[in-house]
């Protein structure tokens, strides 16, 4: 940092320690009037004069050394007093003329409450609590005796934010506790203990690089979180009794947040470890907050032991909405490394777009080699028709076959690769082109589907899963004859006259599952105005719902789009339209024959 910057620093951050100290100051004058307002208000209509001495059985024994009672108590009383951990008193409650509670008397104490009167006991008991604490009123301790007393049962209490004058000191504390009647005394015992800090676990804090603080405007204390004294290298503060001076003299460190009550030393510390770009962001804020408002969220850097850590933090003032705040409160979180990782993320999601767009490349190929477009054929009397809607996540498997053989027939096959994406595009491309050549060797369809199943049995690229249906048939246009044979592909359909069929046959293995499997060719006699549909399974499954239940489905959409009778778009078109929608949870292909 350069001689100009460091000045401007210490000048930025001596401006908010003056402001600092006068909403401290004004803090506490409205702590003190608030607590002087009740003292004088509360003994208005209240009878003075020392209590009344109590009769019991245990008045002759002495109390414990560290307890405090008027004479009269049970012996039990002051026993229970001294085992108690937390600030305990024997109230005895005082009537007014109208039957109401007024105010408390102190008839008993142990050493924690009597740890806060600076000349003694006799000081404290005896007395009304208006006198000696007239912040129970103004911090609703005063409502919990009163509870106790109409309820007649123990009442323990939240957490209430005690603020009193002791001796002329002010004081605050957040107290937990529990108010207990006596029985048969008609006195209330109490003790309350400092309540926890609400903190989170230092695994937690640790595990999330997250902590918080608060600064007690009225006493001047700011509690840290473990996780924030870490966050922004603050050691933990010197043993009661050791001073500044000590541990810089032990230590020859520097300067560290180790005083609850040095506000300067907390604002000069943190400040200077923003860095200098930031600050004036940070004054800005703090003075937002020493003024009530509170700072949604910020980012800043820090330097911390020669490294730089990104702190997204967030401020809040306390008493909502009041003129001058009493506490502030601050959460922090290290966000160092998320700028990293993001930019890791954009250059990662970068590679995975260009893989995709390569992939969706590949696979347009790889589909405009399975689906072709198709060529017309001879036979004036047949016109060939397809439909293929790729699934969401891309091409698949999906393939079909369409030619005329020099004998005349023609080859019809539909085909179905296992898997997704292309490796299963690669496996349709090995097989269609496989059955191309076998086309050639004047077999027929059973025969086809046979040395077809071999190479997809005996694939070396494949594995276990690498499996397949597929139907083949020949058209014979002479004898107007469909012969076909499947190999666990779902059963072609035949249209005649407006109603859809299952055409019915013996359907074999799918290929690659055994070597050597056996198939069966079947025979449909087609006449004039007959349509004939091939199909892959996608057009039939459903996600939730059997192959059956997509069969009939499919007839009855086949059954509704014939009987509309849309002669101008072709069968293929029609089908898509209607049937599977603009995309098909698997990839969808259907081969469309007209005979007319």
């Not at 001076?245 to 000069?268: I, K, M, N, P, Y």
């Not at 409160?329 to 993001?342: H, M, P, S, V």
Request: proline residues 6%.
């Amino acid at each position: 940092m350069d001689v100009s910057s460091d000045r401007a620093t210490e000048d930025a951050l001596a401006e908010l320690h003056r402001l600092a100290l006068r909403t401290v100051a004004r803090a506490r004058h409205r702590a003190r009037a608030r607590i002087a307002a009740e003292r004088t208000g509360g003994r208005s209509g209240r009878e003075e004069g020392p209590p009344s001495p109590f009769v019991s059985d245990g008045a002759g024994q002495a109390p414990p050394s560290d307890v405090a009672v008027l004479p009269g108590l049970p012996s039990w009383v002051p026993a229970v007093l001294g085992v108690l951990r937390g600030s305990s008193t024997v109230l005895r409650p005082d009537i007014a003329p109208d039957g109401t509670v007024c105010d408390f008397t102190v008839v008993g104490a142990n050493h924690f409450e009597l740890s806060g009167v600076e000349r003694g006991s006799f000081d404290f008991l005896g007395k009304r609590l208006s006198e000696t604490r007239p912040g129970v009123r103004t911090s609703g301790l005063y409502d919990v005796y009163r509870a106790a007393l109409e309820k007649g049962t123990p009442v323990s209490s939240g957490t209430v934010d005690y603020v009193d004058v002791v001796d002329g000191v002010l004081q605050r504390a957040r107290l937990r506790g529990t108010v207990t009647v006596l029985p048969r005394l008609g006195l209330l015992l109490t003790n309350w203990e400092p309540a926890g800090e609400a903190r989170l676990s230092h695994r937690v804090q640790e595990g999330g690089r997250m902590g918080w603080a608060e600064w007690d405007l009225i006493s001047g204390r700011t509690r840290w979180s473990h996780g924030l004294r870490e966050l922004l290298g603050l050691r933990a503060p010197p043993p009661e009794g050791v001073t500044l001076e000590d541990v810089h003299a032990a230590e020859g460190a520097a300067r560290t947040v180790a005083s609850a009550r040095d506000v300067a030393a907390d604002l000069f510390t943190v400040g200077r470890k923003v860095d200098p770009a930031d600050l004036p962001g940070f004054v800005a804020d703090m003075r937002a907050l020493l003024r009530g408002v509170g700072v949604p969220d910020r980012e800043l850097t820090v330097r911390v032991e020669g490294s730089r850590r990104r702190i997204r933090w967030v401020g809040h003032a306390q008493p909502e909405g009041a003129e001058v705040p009493e506490s502030l409160l601050f959460a922090a979180r290290n966000i160092t490394g998320q700028e990293e990782q993001l930019r890791q993320a954009l250059v990662e999601a970068e590679r995975l777009r260009q893989e995709a767009a390569t992939e969706r490349r590949v696979s347009e190929t790889f589909r405009k080699a399975l689906v072709p477009p198709l060529e017309a054929l001879t036979p004036p009397w047949i016109s060939v028709s397809s439909a293929y809607v790729p699934s969401d996540s891309g091409v698949g498997g999906d393939w079909y076959k369409c030619r005329e053989l020099p004998d005349g027939r023609v080859l019809l096959a539909m085909g179905d690769a296992s898997g997704h994406g292309v490796q299963a595009a690669s496996r349709a491309v090995q097989q269609r082109s496989a059955l191309a050549g076998l086309a050639y060797t004047g077999g027929d369809a059973a025969q086809l589907l046979w040395a077809l199943g071999e190479v997809v049995y005996n694939d070396y690229y494949g594995n276990l899963d690498t499996t397949a249906t597929c139907v083949v048939g020949h058209l014979f246009p002479e004898a107007r004859a469909f012969r076909w044979a499947s190999a666990g592909h779902p059963a072609p359909i035949l249209v005649r006259n407006g109603e859809p069929r299952l055409l019915e046959g013996e359907h074999g293995m799918m290929l690659g599952v055994l070597a050597d499997a056996d198939y069966t060719t079947n025979t449909a006699q087609l006449h004039p105005g007959d349509l004939l549909l091939l199909y892959t399974d996608g057009v039939v499954e459903r996600r939730g719902s059997d192959l059956e239940t997509g069969s009939a489905a499919l007839l009855e959409a086949v059954r509704r789009w014939m009987a509309q009778g849309r002669l101008t778009e072709t069968a293929s078109e029609r089908m898509v339209a209607q049937l599977l929608g603009p995309e098909a949870e698997d990839d969808a292909t259907i081969l469309a024959i007209q005979v007319s």
